[in-house]
């Protein structure tokens, strides 16, 4: 894996960050890619940081797969029609903790953290020019899409983070 990108994680975290993402990384650089790790990474740090952390209480092995399975929510990872994909049993046979488990735990993620399908803050680079949340904005009261507006209004709403890159 390339070297990973630094999140901020609380001295008092470090140790549980590490040994999750250690797991994660072995599963994506097994399974995934390295923009799958640097999800997970995020998710993990952002997790870390939460007061109190949720990641303090449980086992780690749970946690990583939790972290995968939002982040396979999210992506639409168990949706057979869309590349990568994975059946949600094999995700937790592979990591090997219940699929009941990493589902609950990837739930209260979702909802901790206000997360949904297709959220543009958890999707993967590759998916995130088909994904019209990241591309939908207010522009005088109406909802529009940005990849068909002026230059000028693409490099607005792009300077003021609502839109992820400015489209070519």
Same mark, same amino acid.
């Not at 894996?1 to 040994?19: H, I, N």
């Not at 592979?94 to 979702?110: E, G, H």
């Given at each position: ?8 994680? $609380?001295?008092? =975290? #470090? ?10 990384? @072995? +599963?994506?650089?097994?399974? +995934? ?18 007061? %109190?952390? $949720? !990641? ?11 972290? /995968? ?6 992506? +639409? /990872?168990?949706?057979?029609?869309? %590349?990568?994909? =994975?059946?949600?049993?094999? /995700? ?19 909802? =901790? !953290?206000?997360?949904?399908? /297709?959220? %543009? ?11 019209? !949340? ?7 009261? !109406?909802?529009? @899409? ?11 709403? +792009? #300077? ?6 400015? %489209?070519?």
């Amino acid at each position: 894996m390339p070297e990973e990108k630094a999140y901020r994680v $609380p001295k008092k =975290m #470090r140790s549980k960050y590490d040994a999750i993402v250690e797991l994660t990384d @072995d +599963f994506c650089q097994a399974h +995934f890619d390295d923009d799958y790790a640097d999800l997970c990474r995020k998710l993990t740090a952002t997790l870390s940081r939460k007061r %109190p952390s $949720p !990641l303090a209480r449980g086992h780690t092995k749970s946690w990583a797969a939790a972290v /995968l399975y939002t982040i396979g929510r999210v992506n +639409f /990872l168990f949706d057979e029609s869309r %590349p990568p994909y =994975m059946q949600a049993t094999e /995700l937790c046979r592979l990591i090997d903790v219940s699929q009941s488990t990493a589902s609950s735990k990837s739930t209260d993620i979702m909802e =901790m !953290l206000d997360i949904i399908q /297709l959220d %543009p803050d958890w999707t993967l680079p590759s998916l995130m020019d088909d994904n019209p !949340l990241a591309w939908y904005i207010s522009v005088n009261g !109406l909802i529009l @899409d940005a990849r068909r507006l002026p230059r000028e209004i693409q490099e607005e709403a +792009f #300077r003021k983070g609502l839109i992820p890159y400015i %489209p070519q």
